[in-house]
């Protein structure tokens, strides 16, 4: 059964599995793969939730030890952030939110190469505006695979990394 939007976004304000990783499952393949789902998530105030997620050092020191569970949430919520971010209202308020420097720490950070992509995919769909580009890079040494990026990928695009890993 599809899960709604509303429950969605309070499951991600919990922070808390298992309803974290449903959740994120269905923003990913349900709620935020066009540009009205994502101004919908937008509206709800699903955003900030969202990037508190990249946030949780939890979160990511499981991630960097490649274990499940939320390790794999982090992912998760990379793919929802890069399907959002292809939205213009939901760049920027990524963006206003602080999502540049969270994106750029998980970047340099160690971890899987499917986390690094993702950041970089999320990072790459935050420059597609002279103003996003210029925080990305103002960011600093953020890696020659945004730079890369940056400006190059089109807007709603699905493609995939060099481990395999599907971008949604």
């Known amino acids: ?11 991600l304000r919990s922070g808390a599995e298992p309803g974290l990783g ?3 499952r269905a923003l990913r393949s349900l709620h935020t793969r066009n540009e009205a789902g994502a101004v919908r998530f937008r509206a709800r105030g699903g955003l900030g939730p969202l990037l508190e997620l990249l946030r949780d ?10 274990s499940g569970g ?7 919520a990379l793919s929802v ?3 959002l971010c292809t939205e213009p209202g939901c760049r920027r308020q990524a963006r206003s939110l602080g ?37 990305v890079l103002q960011e600093g040494e953020c ?12 807007q709603n695009v699905a493609g995939g990394g060099e481990d395999g890993t599907k971008w949604y």
């Open 143 to 154: 890696g020659p695979k945004t730079a890369l990026n940056i400006g190059k990928r089109p």
């Open 99 to 135: 999502g540049v420097p969270r994106l750029v720490a998980l970047l340099r950070g160690p971890g899987p190469e499917s986390v690094r992509n993702r950041a970089a995919r999320a990072l790459a769909n935050l420059a597609l505006e002279p103003e996003g580009a210029r925080d």
């Open 70 to 76: 939320r390790g794999r949430s982090l992912g998760l």
């Open 22 to 24: 449903r959740a994120l």
């Open 1 to 11: 059964m599809a899960e709604p939007l509303s429950w969605c976004v309070e499951a």
């Open 81 to 83: 952030l890069g399907n």
């Open 57 to 66: 050092p939890q979160t990511q020191a499981q991630a960097q030890e490649g």
